[in-house]
């Protein structure tokens, strides 16, 4: 069993569809990231948390740190945000980052 | 400031044949990551340096080498490349490696061994 495990692998969306996207976990972590993935490019940190909530425009993360769980929501999706999103933990043994495979979303105008 | 910067974006390479990626930074990182990301599978950490001259294996290290032999350049070595190795590299850094801080990426580097 994948110690990172999201949800949907894809998902496709409206533009202006509100979007969630979601992570669990199986190991002890000390934070979690969500990041961004463009097609071809690079990879962006969107967010990075412990406990709560975090907002940023568009974008809200939370995090469960009881259930091991995190959600990646995003208000109003735009064709612009068609990207995989990562979710990883800070976990196991040595501290390393743990990954997700990615959710990839596609956002039709 | 350029962030994290990788070199070559893309490569193609015979079976055997070596080569070296490049990962520079210029936020004054002390840790620094390569990664390979495969199709259907998380980033998965190839070796890890935590300062100069220092470097640790990561999940998948065989058949790769590095070095850091400066603060702000980390390379990534291939001495025979395999099919296996197709794959996209990522290069990252970070100011203390704790976890709880944001990751720097580079934008990866495509590999093809044939």
């Known amino acids: 069993k994948n110690e990172v495990e999201q949800s949907p692998q894809n998902l496709t969306a409206q533009e202006g569809e509100f979007i969630t996207i979601n992570c669990s976990y199986s190991v002890g972590i000390s934070a979690l990231h969500w990041l961004q993935q463009h097609p071809g490019g690079g990879i962006v940190s969107l967010f990075m948390?412990?406990?709560g909530k975090k907002k940023h425009g568009r974008l809200i993360a939370t995090i469960n740190i009881q259930e091991k769980h995190s959600s990646l929501h995003i208000t109003a999706s735009h064709p612009r945000d068609s990207a995989v999103y990562i979710c990883a933990v800070t976990g196991g043994s040595q501290g390393n980052l743990i990954f997700g495979k990615g959710t990839k979303l596609s956002v039709k105008p | 400031n350029a962030g994290v910067t990788q070199t070559p974006k893309f490569r193609v390479l015979k079976t055997g044949q070596s080569m070296t990626l490049l990962c520079a930074q210029d936020m004054n990182h002390e840790y620094m990551y390569w990664y390979r990301q495969d199709p259907g599978m998380g980033l998965r950490l190839i070796h890890y340096?935590?300062?100069?001259?220092?470097?640790a294996k990561g999940e998948v290290p065989d058949g790769y080498n590095v070095s850091r032999l400066k603060k702000q350049n980390f390379l990534l070595g291939l001495e025979s490349a395999a099919p296996s190795q197709t794959s996209v590299y990522f290069c990252a850094s970070s100011y203390s490696g704790r976890g709880e801080e944001k990751l720097f990426f580079g934008s990866g580097t495509q590999l093809s061994v044939l």
């Open positions: 948390l412990s406990s």
């Open positions: 340096s935590v300062g100069e001259g220092t470097t």
